[in-house]
């Protein structure tokens, strides 16, 4: 099926320091989001874009995180400066339309903040 | 309030046997429930979805079940097998506008041969 590649797949950086996510999407698809899965717990969304336009964020969407998908490139999560409580498996995500539908997941990027 | 609760947390049973999973809501607004299984070291992939305005769906081995007014959902599984060991997510989100899945805490299903 349709695949979602993240990259890298782990990432360990000193807190402080500046870190981007890559994401791949599924080829056709126009909506594209990040979600934060801390150890043990339940995910949780972070931002959805859609357009070249971020269109909704959550509360953990903090002014450190940013997202930008440049024309042919990935679609990426920034995080500058990194905190410890960043360190989480970011999981994105994407999908062809925006309501009720399959959205389809990367195995994710497990980042830890030492 | 978005939130999701999901049990239990964890859950045995024997090949062959039955699962029931279930997912409670509070958003009234909430119409769009997916289930998705998520195996270690893989992101979640979308097992069955029903919309509010259905009470069932099937697929396979797998069945959904939406009960508006108690604003509960469930996910059964008959003839489960070892290779259905994985964690299961229940999801929701509202066709209003806001495009995100709120998920529930997961249960961590194995079935034992």
């Known amino acids: 099926g349709p695949k979602v590649l993240q990259i890298p797949s782990h990432q360990i950086i000193d807190m402080g320091q500046m870190v981007t996510l890559n994401c791949d999407p599924v080829s056709n698809h126009l909506y594209f989001y990040w979600y934060k899965q801390i150890l043990g717990q339940q995910m949780e969304f972070l931002v959805n874009f859609y357009n070249g336009k971020v269109m909704e964020k959550s509360k953990l969407f903090k002014d450190q995180f940013s997202v930008e998908r440049p024309d042919g490139s990935y679609f990426t999560l920034k995080i500058q400066p990194t905190a410890l409580e960043d360190s989480a498996v970011y999981f994105c995500?994407?999908?062809?339309?925006?309501?009720?539908?399959?959205?389809?997941f990367g195995k994710g990027t497990r980042l830890t903040v030492v | 309030q978005q939130q999701v609760r999901q049990s239990p947390q964890s859950l045995t049973v024997w090949e062959g046997g039955t699962t029931v999973l279930t997912c409670s809501y509070e958003d009234s607004t909430f119409n769009y429930f997916p289930w998705y299984q998520q195996f270690p070291g893989e992101g979640p992939a979308l097992l069955i979805s029903i919309l509010s305005v259905s009470d069932k769906k099937e697929d396979g081995r797998f069945t959904t079940f939406f009960n508006k007014r108690e604003k509960k959902l469930s996910l059964h599984i008959i003839d489960s097998q070892p290779g259905d060991s994985a964690t299961y997510f229940c999801?929701?989100?509202?066709?209003?506008?806001?495009?995100?899945?709120?998920f529930g805490s997961g249960t961590q299903l194995t079935v034992m041969p």
């Open positions: 999801a929701a989100s509202a066709s209003s506008g806001s495009w995100q899945l709120i």
């Open positions: 995500a994407s999908s062809w339309e925006g309501d009720n539908t399959e959205v389809f």
